[in-house]
């Protein structure tokens, strides 16, 4: 089983960027597909981006797409999620997870079997 953890979250401005990084431990990663989510304050925990075990297919939320990059380094059991332009409304705790590789596009908290910490990011003026 996958032990993860997130760290690179902290403060912005709106407009700024930030990088997220997810460690992986205890199993060879290139066998499971990775997702990130986030949950707001008051929010239910939403899908933001995956990718595929190769690192071959990513996917996007409406909301995040065109301003964030998801990445896998199956070498150095790393995942990462690049964020730019942000905006307030981006502000959330940020969730790395992981399931068993398969066809499907899941984009459901349910989905994903192994979960890091979540790491603050907040975006303020």
Do not use: H
């Amino acid at each position: 089983q996958p032990q993860l953890v997130e760290s690179g979250g902290g403060s912005v401005q709106p407009g700024g960027s930030l990088r997220l990084s997810c460690v992986a431990s205890g199993e060879t990663l290139d066998i499971y597909a990775i997702g990130w989510f986030r949950q707001a304050p008051g929010k239910g925990r939403d899908w933001v981006a995956c990718i595929g075990s190769s690192g071959r297919v990513d996917e996007y939320s409406d909301s995040v797409k065109g301003r964030f990059t998801i990445s896998r380094d199956n070498a150095k059991f790393m995942m990462y999620l690049q964020m730019n332009n942000l905006t307030p409304e981006d502000t959330a705790i940020y969730y790395c997870a992981a399931r068993p590789s398969s066809s499907v596009v899941e984009v459901t908290t349910a989905a994903y079997n192994y979960w890091g910490q979540g790491i603050q990011v907040t975006v303020s003026s």
